[in-house]
Nanobody, 117 residues
Framework: QVHIVESGGGLVQPGGSLTLSCTAS????????MGWYRQAPGKQRELVAT???????NYADSVKGRFTISRDNAKKTVYVQMNNLKPEDTAVYYC???????????WGQGTQVTVSS
């Protein structure tokens, strides 16, 4: 059983910053990939950033240079530091944990990020 809890969403003005955190519990191991996705109203869920167990990162073009993903394997936690936020970053952000051995994904419940003046 895997349980994922996200935190850190909220309302922020354009140009502001937020940090999202996601902690996984249960059968989660350091080899699992971790990442963040988001879904805006009326749009499909899209990749924000991912990080492998070895620390290799991948970012959507729209967030490169503004967002930074990191993880703490001992705490089974992944973070995303979001700077210079824009209104188009408004979405529900979902934490993802991926088990590459069985190609299975686990999802959090989502946390709302709203960028507005």
């Amino acid at each position: 059983q895997v349980h994922i809890v996200e935190s850190g969403g909220g309302l922020v003005q354009p140009g502001g910053s937020l940090t999202l955190s996601c902690t996984a519990s249960g059968s989660i191991f350091s080899f699992h990939g971790m990442g963040w996705y988001r879904q805006a109203p009326g749009k499909q869920r899209e990749l924000v950033a991912t990080i492998t167990s070895g620390g290799t990162t991948n970012y959507a073009d729209s967030v490169k240079g503004r967002f930074t993903i990191s993880r703490d394997n001992a705490k089974k936690t992944v973070y995303v530091q979001m700077n210079n936020l824009k209104p188009e970053d408004t979405a529900v952000y979902y934490c993802n944990v991926h088990n590459p051995l069985i190609n299975r994904d686990y999802w959090g419940q989502g946390t709302q990020v709203t960028v507005s003046s």
